[in-house]
């Protein structure tokens, strides 16, 4: 997913502390919202974490709390960050090739609480995966493994 994560430039270099514990504690929640954490998700969200000067992972880890979660959401007043959430979210939900109700819904909860509208989710989830797409198709093309 590396390829994902190059494509924009990312809100989170010039995030408060307090908005990016809130911005990974949402991906942390989402990656167990369906009842299982998937490795490959929880490795990508510590990855990341570690990369935008999370120096203390326990502070973020075990957010399984979705109300408190949504309640953090308030510490995100920049929309560019809060979209960027967003794609986060959608590109993790799709990690593991299985988008779940459970996952759907949680996103879709992140999203209101942030002041995102639904078709604006809609659009970022479509993008996200035309985007996998679109990598798949070139590693065939390429003969990248």
Request: contains cysteine; negative net charge; glycine residues 4%.
């Amino acid at each position: 997913m590396s390829e994902i994560e190059n494509i924009l430039p990312t809100n989170l270099d010039s995030a408060s502390t307090k908005e990016k514990k809130a911005f990974f504690q949402a991906l942390f929640c989402l990656s167990s919202v369906d009842g299982h954490a998937d490795e490959e998700e929880f490795n990508y969200i510590i990855n990341a974490a570690q990369k935008h000067g999370i120096k203390n992972i326990n502070e973020i880890l075990d957010y399984n709390d979705e109300n408190e979660v949504i309640k953090n959401m308030k510490a995100i007043k920049n929309r560019p960050l809060a979209l960027e959430l967003i794609k986060e979210m959608c590109t993790i939900s799709h990690l593991d090739n299985i988008l779940s109700d459970e996952e759907t819904f949680f996103i879709g909860k992140v999203g209101q609480a942030l002041g995102i509208e639904m078709e604006k989710i809609e659009q970022i989830s479509n993008w996200v995966i035309d985007r996998i797409i679109w990598l798949e198709q070139a590693k065939i093309i390429f003969e990248k493994d």
